[in-house]
């Protein structure tokens, strides 16, 4: 996507290995042992849904459930679990994609908001139905910090692509 959000600024094309690597270092970030509070957001799927929603063709579905195995393999969960969540989310943020693209970074929050509720059930159900006991009301929190830091994902993420301000007048882009 060439146009801004809000505030119409146009963007230079994304790298694709900054795609991976942000994906990777979300990656990592979950993968840090702090105990894995259940209040604590899930950054790589905060950075696949950003992708998904700026880059839907470099980042879909597959990437998704790959990177959900990755996950179900280190938090030693039913393996699939985090996988179906993170395909779900990835695909229901990709049919979305078009609609909030012209919106800003909170209003996309408010709007991601029941997407991140819908995964975190979905991975709360399969990890009962394995036999787990119920995590606690505190998981209930993840979304509201997951979408409390979109914003600031948002311009970290896109801050690559940002073209400085030209002084130069015989060009107008």
């Known amino acids: 996507m060439i ?4 505030d119409d600024q146009l963007l230079l ?3 694709p290995w900054f795609i991976w690597l942000s994906l990777l270092v979300a990656l990592a970030l979950n993968l840090i042992p702090l105990g894995r509070l259940g209040a604590m957001p899930d950054f790589l799927a905060l950075v696949l849904v950003f992708w998904n929603l700026h880059q839907p063709r470099r980042v879909g579905v597959g990437a998704a459930f790959v990177f959900g195995l990755a ?3 280190n938090a030693a969960a ?3 679990q985090h996988a179906l969540a993170y395909s779900l989310l990835s695909y229901f943020a990709v049919s979305i994609h078009r609609r909030l693209s012209r919106f800003s970074p909170a209003a996309q929050a408010v709007q991601i908001l029941p997407l ?3 995964a975190q059930t979905v991975s709360v159900l399969v990890h ?3 036999g787990h006991a119920f995590p606690g009301w505190q998981i209930l929190l993840a979304p509201v ?6 914003p600031l994902a948002c311009a970290l993420l896109l801050a690559p692509q940002r073209r400085a301000p030209d002084p130069d007048m015989n060009r107008p882009l």
């Open 13 to 15: 094309p994304v790298n």
């Open 145 to 150: 910090f997951a979408s409390l830091l979109w």
């Open 71 to 73: 996950m179900d393999v």
């Open 3 to 6: 146009m801004g959000r809000g």
């Open 128 to 130: 009962m139905v394995a």
């Open 78 to 80: 039913l393996l699939g």
């Open 116 to 118: 991140w509720y819908a």
